[in-house]
């Protein structure tokens, strides 16, 4: 099974919200930590992001 990645720019646009709010949520409300490969920016496999939001997503409110 392969697994798609998600940059932080595209988190920001699938949830309308700035850079920082990621790291933020990564610890007020159990978001997913990033995997970064070797001289890579910070990618969340997508099915970790979807996972997060079937179980939480309903306590974000925007």
């Given at each position: 099974m392969t697994s798609e990645f998600i940059s932080i720019n595209?988190?920001?646009?699938r949830?309308?919200?700035?850079?920082?709010?990621?790291?933020?949520?990564?610890k007020?409300?159990?978001?997913p930590s990033p995997v970064t490969?070797?001289?890579c920016h910070p990618r969340w496999r997508e099915s970790?992001?979807?996972?997060w939001e079937e179980?939480?997503?309903s306590s974000i409110v925007h």
């Amino acid at each position: 099974m392969t697994s798609e990645f998600i940059s932080i720019n595209g988190l920001c646009e699938r949830y309308s919200i700035r850079r920082t709010a990621c790291y933020v949520w990564r610890k007020k409300v159990n978001f997913p930590s990033p995997v970064t490969p070797a001289n890579c920016h910070p990618r969340w496999r997508e099915s970790d992001i979807m996972k997060w939001e079937e179980l939480n997503f309903s306590s974000i409110v925007h």
